[in-house]
């Protein structure tokens, strides 16, 4: 049976549309920018963690659907949302509140999807971070490869300390969006930023002290950019004095000097980050020896 042209467009939607997940929390500075730069999107969730100001209110009303569940992690609030938030389209890019699409963003994840065959099952995306109006391009390392955008069903996201495994493991290629999303991460000011990253340190500390790391040190050695990432944090772990070798790193290495002042505020307070993570580990209680049994 012939197909009219509507029906004909609606398998073409259904076949390439995409659903845009956005985390949020007390986001209501953010949310209403995110949203509206999502007009493009077959449909927007927000994943909501109980907000008490009027995120959830705003987000319906730039035409958003939301859901609302506690945040464990990033990993997990993600998977959540791809299982249990009611997304129907076969494409999910993933934000949060904070991070916001671009026309050239937008276009490329179109054009990529529609062309995407079966053994595509996630694309890898980059972002830029902002801070004070001032593009982080050295001293936040550009391009730092996230995934981002999955084919529904088909790949997971990993927790990794406080955030999840940038590039994880699937079973299939993974893509490249190379125009970049913008990450506005200072946009609730720099008390929130510290008061986060007091708790990210926490949770980067118990995971280091806990689970077995990454990647090994000989990972440096990769000609892959995410796995010698990887191997350096393994190295840096283990080592004293990683604030200080933190700042050397991301201002004189990678030319974090090029971004100005911005720049050097921002490798100081990811070197005192470092140090926070340190500190926590050494404040963590020794845990008791196992008892064996005699036999």
């Known amino acids: 049976m012939s197909q009219t042209p509507e029906s004909s467009s609606q398998l073409n939607r259904d076949v390439a549309g995409i659903c845009v997940v956005v985390l949020a929390k007390n986001e209501q500075d953010n949310i209403v920018r995110c949203v509206q730069a999502l007009s493009w999107a077959d449909e927007v969730v927000v994943v909501d963690d109980s907000s008490t100001d009027e995120t959830a209110a705003l987000a319906r009303a730039n035409g958003a659907r939301v859901v609302n569940h506690s945040f464990r992690s990033f990993a997990e609030q993600r998977n959540w949302a791809l299982q249990h938030a009611g997304v129907s389209h076969p494409w ?26 079966d053994s595509v099952v996630a694309f890898r995306t980059c972002r830029k971070t902002i801070l004070n109006g001032v593009w982080l391009r050295y001293s936040d390392g550009f391009p730092v490869w996230i995934m981002r955008l999955v084919r529904r069903g088909h790949a997971w996201f990993e927790n990794s300390g406080h955030g999840e495994i940038p590039l994880p493991k699937v079973k299939g290629t993974v893509g490249t969006i190379r125009s970049p999303f913008i990450h506005h991460a200072f946009s609730r000011g720099m008390d929130d930023w510290w008061m986060r990253h007091v708790r990210y340190a926490a949770r980067e500390a118990e995971r280091e002290g806990d689970r077995l790391r990454d990647a090994s040190p000989l990972a440096f050695l990769s000609l892959d950019a995410g796995e010698r990432r990887r191997g350096l944090r393994a190295i840096a772990r283990q080592i004293p004095g990683r604030g200080p070798l933190r700042f050397i790193y991301q201002y004189v290495l990678r030319g974090g000097f090029l971004d100005g002042r911005q720049g050097f505020l921002f490798c100081r307070m990811m070197a005192c980050y470092e140090s926070m993570i340190s500190i926590r580990k050494l404040d963590r209680p020794a845990r008791p020896p196992r008892l064996v049994e005699a036999k």
């Open 92 to 117: 999910v890019l993933m934000l949060d509140a904070d991070e916001v699409s671009t026309e050239e963003f937008a276009r490329e994840i179109r054009e990529k999807v529609a062309s995407a065959d």
